[in-house]
């Protein structure tokens, strides 16, 4: 099982930029399919973004596509989250997930969860 450890939450401006960071040990990184979550306060976990075991494969939630963009770096054993133009609506705690097989933005396959880092955007 996969551990993982989110860094590079804050606090920013709207229109500004965050990079977050997740380190990973216990595991093949390279054997797993990574992706962000993210949830706001009083609303449920949503997906944000996966990336392949390769990297070469990504997918976004309609909402951040265009100014998020994740990335993957298997011989560090890390995975980004590059956030610009910030909006409020971004204000959340966002959580690195693993999983085994394919892509996907269901919440409930995957299997290892960091404990997330808060990012909150003011207006």
């Known amino acids: 099982q996969v551990q993982l450890v989110e860094s590079g939450g804050g606090l920013v401006q709207a229109g500004g930029s965050l990079r977050l960071s997740c380190a990973a040990s216990g595991g093949t990184f390279s054997s797993y399919v990574m992706g962000w979550f993210r949830q706001a306060r009083g609303k449920e976990r949503e997906f944000v973004a996966t990336i392949g075991r390769s990297g070469r494969y990504t997918y976004y939630t309609d909402s951040v596509k265009g100014r998020f963009t994740i990335s993957r770096d298997n011989a560090k054993n890390m995975v980004y989250l590059q956030m610009n133009s910030l909006k409020p609506e971004d204000t959340a705690v966002y959580y690195c997930?693993?999983?085994?097989?394919?892509?996907?933005?269901?919440?409930?396959?995957?299997?290892?969860w960091g404990q997330g880092t808060q990012v909150t955007v003011s207006s």
């Open positions: 997930a693993a999983k085994y097989s394919g892509t996907s933005s269901r919440e409930g396959e995957y299997g290892s």
